[in-house]
């Protein structure tokens, strides 16, 4: 197994990727801010199945934490994620240092409306998706691939990416993959690193709770009884919960009907230090 080659300039980028362009390649961007696990290197399989490049690129964003979250703290595990991603056959990676991607003067970001507006993440971290879009917009920009592989994991951000890329034009076809889950079902994430072991034995209600809802929603054709249980079970563990809502799955609205268009099934809450998001489709 080879190392994977690593630019860090969006000069540097465009050649590489310029040169695949030239001798015919499809090209799949997998973008991450590192700590990766078994979910992202699912990503770099499902870009290898559609393309026949892949970069990655490891970017710990400091536009989309709010001044209450602790950017410092974010897991930076560059060594151990460049092995993963030469496990994975991944052909590059794209890590840019902050003045590379926001040098001084920087004063342009992505306006958003639809799906980043619709009172879940939103509400909680009302700078978040704008910090997102900006640099996911750069991103494409610099790297200008094909496909763009995101996680059904962060559902709500997969939406507004995608909003964003069809109503800008990029360029690019935004692929959702199935989360990758650990054997318990809680869903893969960099975060769970900080559970204490009482806490993560106490984070599978989260999928346990939003499977029986969901059971419960198709059987009855009733959701809010559903959500009702759901949510206390969440809480008698140990979680505050931000919110579990019942959602159309496209536009992220409060659904008509229980019956019809594609629904998903959003959580969010904390346990100790740590805050959790999941989803599911009903």
């Not at 970069?55 to 710990?60: G, K, L, P």
């Not at 496990?87 to 992505?110: H, K, N, Q, R």
């Not at 692929?175 to 984070?203: H, K, Q, W, Y």
Request: one cysteine or more; hydrophobic letters at 45%.
């Amino acid at each position: 197994m080879s190392q994977v080659p690593v630019v860090r300039t969006t000069k540097a980028l465009r050649r590489t990727v310029g040169q695949w362009r030239a001798a015919g390649e499809r090209v799949a961007l997998v973008p991450t801010m590192g700590a990766l696990h078994a979910g992202h290197l699912a990503l770099v399989t499902a870009g290898r199945k559609r393309a026949t490049k892949v970069v990655v690129s490891i970017f710990v964003n400091p536009a989309q934490f709010s001044p209450a979250e602790d950017l410092s703290k974010y897991p930076r595990t560059f060594a151990a994620d460049r092995h993963k991603l030469g496990e994975a056959s991944a052909d590059l990676i794209f890590a840019p240092t902050v003045p590379e991607m926001y040098p001084d003067g920087f004063a342009t970001t992505v306006s958003l409306a639809g799906p980043a507006l619709v009172g879940l993440e939103d509400a909680f971290r009302p700078t978040h998706f704008p910090g997102v879009a900006t640099v996911v917009c750069k991103l494409f920009s610099q790297c200008r691939p094909d496909i763009a592989m995101f996680g059904e994991k962060d559902y709500q951000q997969l939406q507004v990416v995608t909003r964003m890329a069809r109503d800008l034009d990029l360029g690019v076809t935004v692929i959702g993959v199935p989360t990758v889950r650990e054997a318990d079902g809680l869903a893969m994430s960099s975060r769970n690193r900080f559970l204490s072991p009482p806490e993560r034995a106490a984070a599978r209600v989260l999928y346990d709770a939003m499977t029986a809802a969901t059971r419960a929603i198709r059987a009855t054709g009733e959701a809010e009884p559903a959500l009702a249980t759901a949510r206390a079970a969440i809480m008698q563990a140990g979680f505050t919960l931000d919110y579990l809502e019942f959602r159309d799955a496209a536009t992220l609205a409060p659904p008509l009907a229980v019956s019809g268009a594609p629904l998903r099934l959003l959580v969010a809450a904390r346990i100790g230090s740590t805050r959790l998001i999941d989803n599911i489709a009903v």
